[in-house]
């Protein structure tokens, strides 16, 4: 496994492989890796001949007073941990050499981005599409991997693909769960031994939305009161959404006779954690 820190180098490596005929896999994260992010190496490894792992934590999409400068970061052990799958090339650049000073543009995904956490954190979602071109750019992949987890950013990133022809196919992966059904996360290490606790209602709450939608589907609105009514009796969990929305376009009101997207967004203690379920009619 090597390891590359600047782009230029990056690229030259991705375009001799490019030559010689091989696949090129990119798993995009921002390290602290779990057991979440390797079951996105092993689908790349699958499908790829050569995979990238990139670690950046990305400064563009975190806004003011978000988790930026104490996001948590291992780079010695996520190598181990990606040598092990293993993984071919680490990229991990620093932030000066991923955006010049003068750097002013900008790739937005537009409405896709506007509701759900796009609502609550204005920017991100630019900073992401943003930061997943670059690196598209950079590392030449054939195809790229992302989580499920962050749903939101998959269809932002599938619509930019579409939207701007990037010859990327995306590759999404269904959430991991810990054995109690806590989705895994980089942020779940914030999380104090209660906390960890509280953040249980997060999984719950959507296990008693699909209850509702299997039983007795007769809205999303009541599918919604369900996963609610879950977090609300938790004291320790500050629900900043749930919503159900067209798990396809995102877009509010969804019809039944389509999958829906049941998501999250909760703050357990000062963390941030997101979750969601699709439904199929
Ligand atoms: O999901 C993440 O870890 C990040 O948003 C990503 C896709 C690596 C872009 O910085």
């Given at each position: 496994m090597i390891v590359i820190t600047s782009p230029d180098e990056m690229t030259r490596y991705a375009e001799s492989a490019r030559q010689s005929g091989e696949r090129i896999g990119l798993v995009p994260t921002m390290g602290f890796l779990h057991d979440g992010h390797l079951t996105l190496m092993r689908e790349g490894r699958r499908q790829s001949s050569v995979l990238v792992a990139s670690i950046f934590v990305n400064p563009m999409q975190f806004g003011p007073g978000e988790d930026f400068a104490r996001y948590p970061r291992n780079f010695e052990r996520d190598c181990a941990m990606l040598e092990r799958v293993p993984v071919d090339v680490v990229f991990a650049p620093e932030p000066a050499a991923m955006y010049s000073t003068d750097a002013q543009s900008w790739v937005d995904a537009g409405?896709?981005?506007?509701?759900?956490c796009g609502a609550h954190r204005p920017g991100h979602f630019r900073g992401v599409t943003t930061v997943v071109a670059k690196l598209f750019n950079i590392v030449k992949p054939h195809l790229a991997v992302f989580g499920e987890k962050d749903f939101q950013q998959l269809r932002a990133i599938q619509k930019m693909v579409r939207d701007l022809n990037f010859d990327v196919e995306i590759l999404p992966v269904p959430i991991v769960r810990e054995k109690d059904g806590l989705a895994m996360s980089s942020?779940?290490?914030?999380?104090s031994s209660t906390e960890r606790e509280d953040a249980l209602a997060l999984s719950l709450a959507l296990r008693a939305a699909r209850e509702k939608h299997r039983t007795d589907p007769c809205c999303a609105e009541e599918v919604v009161f369900a996963a609610t009514r879950v977090l609300k009796r938790m004291k320790g969990v500050e629900i900043e959404y749930v919503e159900g929305v067209?798990?396809?376009?995102?877009?509010?009101?969804?019809?039944?006779d389509r999958p829906i997207l049941i998501a999250i967004a909760a703050r357990v203690g000062k963390t941030r954690l997101i979750d969601n379920v699709v439904l199929n009619p």
């Open positions: 409405d896709i981005t506007s509701g759900l942020r779940n290490a914030y999380l067209d798990a396809e376009t995102l877009s509010r009101h969804p019809s039944l």
